[in-house]
């Protein structure tokens, strides 16, 4: 897991790399830009997890066990980052809660398919 701490920023009409923060006190909606933070894991393909981020999460251990095929978006949720279902059934579960409590090779079971700005649709389609 990747602890650094960075962000991307949504100005309303496309998503950037931070490189340098507004200064203090951090608001994570400033203007019209929307800044969200990394969480320090990846997906099955390598790509960066972010607040705002539409994953599909599969995690099937076997018959009779607790399974989930769904998706889900990404969110804060005051200690930690957090997947609420938007379709498929799926589970209200910490994704990493503070201090960088995860499950080992947890990224296995993600897939980026969006976010919630570039892609509007995927949340309202739910």
Known sequence: MNRE????????????????????????KQGNVTFMQFTGLVDKNGREIYEGDIVHYIYQPGPRLWNCDAIHVVEWKSTGFH????????????????????????????????????????????
């Open 83 to 126: 997947m609420s279902p938007i379709s498929g059934g799926g589970i209200n579960a910490w994704l990493i809660a503070v201090p960088g409590a995860y499950m080992p090779n947890c990224q296995r079971l993600f897939e980026v398919i969006g976010n919630v700005h570039e892609n509007p649709e995927l949340v309202e389609a739910a």
């Open 5 to 28: 701490v960075r962000f991307r920023a949504w100005d309303g009409k496309c998503l950037r790399p931070v490189t340098k923060l507004p200064s203090l006190p951090f608001e994570t």
